[in-house]
């Protein structure tokens, strides 16, 4: 069974090396700083008892005050999973740190969530629109997309 | 005029005419102008026919059956749809390359079975030199694909037409070098002296020549396997993918025709031509024709397609050295034991290309890997 | 005198007959050899994720059909699981065993036009892909029967499925399973030895399983790779803790392990269908779950092992009628990430046939 580490139990793990970095944000997720978000996602690839190698999906919601991106990780060794998560509350031109350098996976999938919601990723080798044409006006999953 | 005159008044081995021909030289290219034209017309249809019902077959599905009965106006209802299109030249094109580049791929076709006796004589010239004319000739169709993968100004065209280029030029050797193990046996170049030598038909005495030269043949024409020049899945059309209408047309009929020609010269070398019991002979040579191009189509509808440097290794690491041998065997064959029963002489044959093909694609690895980049 | 070239850019179109879609790929080529692509699509882009936000729950379930349009009861099933998440909706033990069923159908079905479609793209000019899209039709027989429609299914719902299956049906699946058992068996010998299959199939397009893990691959690919990873095993849902099945894997990687791994999982799918069929207890078909369902606010991460991989939904609920939040993770979209590394140094016919042995659906990639 691909047990997702409780939001409490991996928070408490994580506080001795990320202390005021990160927090709950419901039973399955853990809220990363922006700032730390490259660290974090390293140190939960790298270190012996996490072993997050595989790179599930990485998608983005509009919750109106704030930008929410939200990272899946598994880890085939340990056979668990977690919920990452990053907000943006810039608006006007919301910018999260680019995990491709951990991960090739997030490669695609951030230029999704570029393309439909505008968020950037620094450090992103190549980031274009990858569904919508280049050109397109607008990033049509905000809520305040007007078409 | 002057030199067939000259060869008439000093009996030269040229036999212009016949001699039991009724009428002049002129009345007979005239009418076996028009039985080749008319032959080769007739049987694309027919081939083409033949083929799309079989390979639908082979696939588990019908094939044509709506057009005519049993679908039989398939080809015509295909000609007369392609005749109606618009002709369409692309602009930057070379515009007298490509405009020739269907009658230079289609006139060696027709001028190719000038050579090919459908009777005892019954041929447009009796060349006493018919082999090296057939392979010459043959070799000018691949001028005509090449003008039109460059002159369609077409990035897939002219990869196409240089995979064409190269394939052609690899599977001349194998493919001449087994005609001449045939050419030892009949003891003539003419293609009917050759046919009227096969008391039993070439390919029992030369399983391995007819084994090389089947492959080596397909590979001349383009036919699955070897269609890489025209593969649908990649190139989209290959060569011809700029062509439409009559072009088009043309294109489509040198790649039928030139599998007729191809089956025609493989059942004169090896399979006894006209030769038969009972029927008239030239119904045995539509007949062998046929079965060949049969065989061409199960083929085509079995094996996967081979890859372009596959293709070339196959053609110089494989069908070569093969051909070599065979050549040699053949050779010492008639040298030495020039009047051993011809049944002995069959089955060391087939012994011998049992074990060459067996053992030889043990240690044959097809092509490159990965190249690095 | 050295030889002085220039690597061009082929442009594999979007309109292309062995895309299998609209795909279009921006290929430097050296000759023959590939050294660099560029995938280009969107060119099917529909928008399905904002248009889940604005039907129904219920309403979103035609729209996930569409997604990956060769098995669309899937893509039903794993976005039912996600909302049944969300909602602690519990599923009837019949309606599970029909989902079961339908799965692993839908899974043979998707094998069968992918190992067809990567045999086409070698050449086979379409004997072997027409034999397999017989077995394919006879899959849309019995779905016809079951809910009437071939394609585009829309049959599973949240709670369970839409309706009972008709008193045919489960003998129809009977007499369908050894069929196709002994159909693969003959189909399997013909090809596996195949001589130039093997050599346009064999040692082609090698994915190593630490590259693999690392973009996310999974399903037969990643299988093929030496990544023992199964949903259906590691992750389990519904009821496959019940079933007794294996997880076919290779070790090389390459376009043949791909096809050998399909083949295998058919045969396997094969064995869940006869087992499930064998134990399936009458009862109700679907939960008694409102039609406009709000599932309380959250967020849920529903995922199966469908036939190309991994597929899930990550739905958020605000508890209204419709999903704040549905985004797909499209295994073909994240598959298609590593054909650059795959396909760089081989020729461009090996590009086609690696392209066709990873088995994308422009559906999913797009969306």
């Keep these: ?147 | 005029m002057a030199v067939l005159d000259f060869a008439m008044n000093n009996s030269l081995p040229m036999q212009a005419v016949p001699p039991d021909w009724p009428g002049g030289y002129w009345w007979h290219w005239l009418f076996f102008t028009v039985v080749l034209i008319v032959f080769i017309l007739t049987m694309v249809l027919g081939v083409i026919y033949i083929e799309r019902r079989l390979l639908g077959r082979m696939q588990s599905r019908l094939g044509p059956n709506r057009t005519g009965p049993f679908g039989l106006l398939q080809a015509v209802a295909d000609a007369v749809k392609v005749l109606l299109k618009e002709n369409i030249v692309p602009s930057a094109a070379d515009r007298v390359v490509h405009w020739l580049a269907p009658v230079v791929a289609f006139a060696p076709v027709l001028i190719l079975m000038a050579v090919v006796p459908f009777q005892d004589g019954a041929l447009l010239a009796d060349l006493n030199i018919g082999v090296l004319y057939v392979v010459a000739i043959s070799s000018v169709t691949t001028v005509g694909v090449f003008m039109a993968g460059w002159g369609s100004s077409n990035k897939y065209s002219l990869l196409g037409a240089m995979r064409t280029v190269a394939a052609v030029v690899s599977y001349e050797i194998p493919l001449v070098l087994s005609i001449i193990g045939v050419v030892l046996l009949a003891g003539s170049l003419s293609l009917n002296s050759i046919v009227l030598a096969q008391d039993i038909p070439f390919i029992l005495l030369q399983p391995l020549g007819f084994f090389l030269f089947f492959t080596a043949g397909c590979a001349e024409i383009n036919r699955s396997p070897f269609d890489l020049m025209e593969a649908d899945s990649e190139l989209v059309a290959g060569f011809h993918t700029e062509y439409s209408g009559m072009k088009f047309a043309m294109f489509y009929l040198v790649e039928y025709a030139e599998a007729i020609a191809m089956a025609a010269i493989i059942t004169t070398l090896f399979l006894g031509g006209w030769r038969g019991p009972l029927l008239p002979p030239w119904l045995w040579f539509i007949l062998k024709v046929v079965i060949v191009f049969f065989v061409m189509v199960w083929t085509r509808t079995t094996l996967p397609r081979v890859r372009i440097d596959q293709l070339m290794a196959l053609a110089w690491k494989f069908l070569f050295p093969l051909a070599l041998i065979n050549l040699f065997v053949t050779a010492i064959q008639v040298l030495a034991w020039p009047d051993a029963l011809p049944w002995i002489m069959v089955v060391i044959n087939f012994a011998i290309m049992g074990v060459l093909v067996l053992a030889w694609s043990r240690f044959f690895k097809l092509g490159w890997g990965r190249v690095k980049v | 005198m050295t030889f002085s070239t220039e690597p061009f850019v082929l442009n594999f179109g979007p309109l292309h007959p062995s895309t299998h879609g609209v795909f279009r790929i921006k290929a430097t080529l050296d000759g023959e050899v590939v050294l660099d692509i560029e995938p280009v699509f969107g060119y099917l882009h529909r928008g399905i994720e904002k248009l889940m936000e604005e039907r129904t729950y219920t309403g979103g379930i035609p729209l996930t059909d569409r997604l990956d349009y060769v098995n669309s009861m899937t893509n039903n099933f794993a976005y039912c699981l996600a909302v049944e998440k969300l909602g602690g909706i519990k599923v009837p033990e019949r309606a599970e065993y029909i989902r079961v069923i339908i799965a692993e159908l839908q899974r043979i079905g998707n094998h069968c036009l992918a190992v067809g479609a990567m045999l086409n793209d070698a050449g086979a000019l379409g004997t072997p892909f027409f034999y397999l899209w017989r077995q394919r039709e006879k899959i849309y027989d019995l779905l016809e029967m079951l809910c009437g429609q071939r394609l585009m299914n829309n049959y599973v719902r949240i709670g369970g499925v839409s309706q009972d299956i008709p008193a045919e049906f489960l003998p129809a699946v009977m007499k369908f399973v050894p069929q196709l058992r002994s159909f693969l068996d003959e189909y399997d010998f013909f090809l596996m030895q195949n001589e130039i299959l093997l050599a346009r199939a064999k040692g082609v397009g090698i994915l190593p399983p630490e590259v693999a893990i690392n973009c996310g691959i999974s399903g037969p690919v990643a299988r093929a790779s030496g990544i023992k990873r199964d949903l259906r095993r590691d992750d389990p849902y519904s009821i496959y803790q019940r079933f007794e099945f294996e997880i076919p894997t290779c070790e090389e990687g390459d376009c043949y392990a791909r096809y050998r791994v399909r083949i295998a999982e058919m045969l396997q799918s094969l064995h869940i269908i006869v087992q499930a069929a064998q134990s399936m207890p009458p009862g109700a078909t679907k939960a008694d779950v409102p039609h406009l369902i709000r599932p309380p606010a959250g967020e849920a991460y529903g995922h199966i092992e469908g036939p190309k991989g991994e597929l899930g939904f990550y739905v958020v609920s605000d508890n209204s009628i419709a999903p704040y939040r549905c985004h797909v993770r499209a295994t073909s979209f994240i598959n298609l990430s590593a054909l650059r590394q795959m396909v760089r140094g081989w020729k461009v016919a090996d590009l086609i046939i690696i392209f066709g042995s990873i088995d994308i659906t422009m559906g999913e990639v797009d969306r």
């Design chain 1, 1 to 147: 069974m691909t047990a997702v580490l409780p939001a409490k139990d991996l928070v408490t793990r994580l506080s001795g090396v990320f202390a005021g970095k990160l927090e709950e944000a419901g039973r399955d997720s853990v809220l990363v700083r922006a700032d730390a978000l490259l660290e974090v996602a390293a140190y939960l690839k790298n270190t012996a008892g996490f072993a997050f190698d595989y790179f599930n999906m990485v998608t983005a919601a509009d919750y109106y005050q704030y930008f929410e991106v939200v990272y899946h990780l598994t880890s085939t060794r340990h056979n668990h999973s977690v919920f990452i998560k990053v907000r943006c509350h810039n608006r006007a031109n919301p910018s999260v740190p680019s995990v491709v350098p951990l991960w090739q996976g997030a490669d695609f999938q951030e230029r999704e969530v570029f393309d439909l919601f505008g968020i950037r990723f620094e450090g992103h080798p190549d980031l274009k629109r990858i569904v919508l044409w280049e050109g397109f006006d607008g990033y049509p999953l905000r809520k305040d997309w007007n078409r």
